[in-house]
């Protein structure tokens, strides 16, 4: 089979290429999230979740071509798993090889698919930083198979709280929470740039995780030096329909508190 035109972009989204001021050049792979290609590639999506995906955000909330894309990626990792594997390892050497030890790689951008999985990959390049983000809690005894594979759980209206919060104690993890600052009078979510973040959540301090997608690097950057910690998101604008659904679900949380 001829090879997909390829399965992993380097810095290739307004948030993944911020890494670059502090010296992180990430791959990242996207696919169609959730059920959208027949194969749920999102385990534990909330209602919430699903409703506001970043899946219809930046570029993708318009052009097409970027949907059939990730619709084509899924359906290659699904049916043609073999060549997949094997076309990942060659753009993960090539991606080494110009950015050397700068390199970071993210192998779910919107999905949630077990790292073990990638077993054999992980593996091979043990040199390289492989991270990632869950709602799926029992991931965490990845962490002990893999040192080169750091975690950031993912709050949802759907998980239990405190379970998530013990896991986040126990493992040492941030929690990765979309805080929406709205607007009073037009009820709309602010721009980024303008959106606020609030300095604590549910006694948990918060860290501004926008600046850049590097959450392995949290802790060198300002959030705390150990024990869980929120890594806050500014909610996107988007249409006012996915924001009210996404308020509504209570998956946004309100930044203001009320």
Same mark, same amino acid.
């Given at each position: ?6 399965? $992993? ?69 699904? /049916? ?20 050397? &030890?700068? $390199? ?5 951008? /919107? ?9 054999d990959i992980l593996e091979e390049f043990s040199h390289i930083q492989f991270y990632d983000y869950t709602k799926v809690l029992n991931r965490v005894h990845l962490l002990e198979r893999f040192p080169n594979y750091h975690l950031t759980l993912s709050y949802s209206e759907e998980l239990d709280w405190q379970e998530l919060v013990s896991t986040a104690e126990k493992y040492n993890l941030g929690i990765a929470v979309p805080f929406a600052d709205v607007h009073p009078s037009t009820g709309r979510v602010r721009p980024s740039k303008t ?7 549910? #006694? ?5 995780? &926008? ?5 392995? $690097?949290?802790?060198?950057? #300002? ?23 996404? $308020? /509504? ?10």
């Amino acid at each position: 089979m001829k090879e997909f035109s390829y399965i $992993l972009g380097v810095n290739s989204s307004s948030k993944i290429v911020k890494g670059t001021k502090i010296d992180v050049n990430t791959g990242i792979i996207y696919l169609s999230p959730h059920s959208s290609s027949g194969k749920n590639v999102c385990p534990r999506a909330s209602a919430g979740c699903i409703a506001t995906c970043l899946h219809h955000g930046g570029r993708a909330a318009f052009d097409t071509k970027i949907h059939r894309a990730r619709l084509a990626r899924t359906n290659y990792f699904y /049916t043609h798993r073999q060549e997949f594997m094997s076309q990942l390892r060659k753009e993960i050497a090539a991606a080494y090889k110009k950015h050397g &030890d700068t $390199l970071a790689i993210r192998l779910n951008g /919107t999905s949630d698919l077990s790292l073990a999985l990638f077993a054999d990959i992980l593996e091979e390049f043990s040199h390289i930083q492989f991270y990632d983000y869950t709602k799926v809690l029992n991931r965490v005894h990845l962490l002990e198979r893999f040192p080169n594979y750091h975690l950031t759980l993912s709050y949802s209206e759907e998980l239990d709280w405190q379970e998530l919060v013990s896991t986040a104690e126990k493992y040492n993890l941030g929690i990765a929470v979309p805080f929406a600052d709205v607007h009073p009078s037009t009820g709309r979510v602010r721009p980024s740039k303008t959106a606020r973040l609030p300095l604590e959540w549910r #006694g948990l301090p918060v860290f501004d995780a &926008d600046e850049t997608d590097a959450r392995f $690097l949290d802790r060198e950057l #300002g959030a705390p030096k150990k024990g869980a910690y929120i890594a806050g998101l500014r909610v996107k604008r988007t249409t006012r329909e996915r924001e009210s659904l996404g $308020l /509504t679900t209570k998956f946004f949380v309100d930044a203001t508190g009320h």
